[in-house]
């Protein structure tokens, strides 16, 4: 397959493009706006429909309706942009209707920077929207990797009916990396309960997030949480590096954890037996695979581009059964494999 040199946020919007999207909506704000300008130029040619909202609530909105008549449809923002998406996202969750979210996230809380951050980890796994519901939200850790869970992203979200997040930073959307495109034969799922159309052939369709009657709405969102267990048994996902004989295991996500495999591999060349697990997946989050990679080591070190918002899943994961301890930058600065390679020599042995 043909290699090409791409921008992280540009092999991202061709990716989708190739995974069947139809319909992007979206509005630019630095560091994902590359996404936007890439599908401009080049959807009209690929068969889709690109339109630049007036607003990210404009935006989501417009995901909706297009999801609501089947077609397979995304948006992108970085954090405050999201911000903004957060109740559409509560009504697309709420109308059962699949979607891909992108955020490629910057420093905050507020207009923050432009730099990279990890600090909507909370709003993507916990917060995103009102009311009881769930997105997938992957992360990435290379352009590479961006590329592949596109498709992913969007099988996923039609095979559930429900949004899904691809969860990037601005360090993953501005690098340059050789990227190769699978040939993919883009099928959508049958979505029998889209409104595009009966031909007084069938019964309406009716997409909605309203329920009146307390009881089934009740239902509606225990049916729903049924899936999602079905999701938590079947696609939670971590990379697991150099865990089996790990005395102290690092754990990281998206760019930060290629910055802790190098701080493991450091720690290895000195003698100290170090591994990382890297999530894959937010949500559901990869517990058997946390408990699995830890089960031999005497500490953890949750390694994050925040204050440390991943810790308390880190810990619930594995039952608070043995220290976890945090080491993070914030405000859009990135950590170094040295600054991790000391706070892992701190906690080898289990203690500080």
Known sequence: MERNLMKGNEALAEAAIRAGCKCFFGYPITPQTEISAYLAKRFRQAGGVFLQAESEIAAINMVYGAAASGVRAMTSSSSPGVSLKSEGISYIAGADLPCVIINVQRGGPGLGGIQPSQADYWQATKALGHGDFQLLVFAPCSVQEMVDTVTKAFDLADKYRMPAMILADGLLGQMMEPVTFPEIEAKPAEKPWATNGHGNKREHNIVNSLYLQP????????????????????????????????????????ATARVAKSAVNMAREQGIKAGLIRPITLWPFPVKQMNEGTKNAKAVLCVEMSMGQMIDDVKLAINCSKPVEFFGRTGGVIPKPSEVLEEIKKYVGGSK
């Open 215 to 254: 009881d089934v709405l009740e239902k509606s969102v225990q049916d729903r949480f049924k899936r999602y267990d079905e999701i938590k048994a079947n696609h939670a996902e971590a990379e697991m590096y150099l865990t089996d004989d790990a005395e102290i295991v690092v754990t990281a996500y998206g």
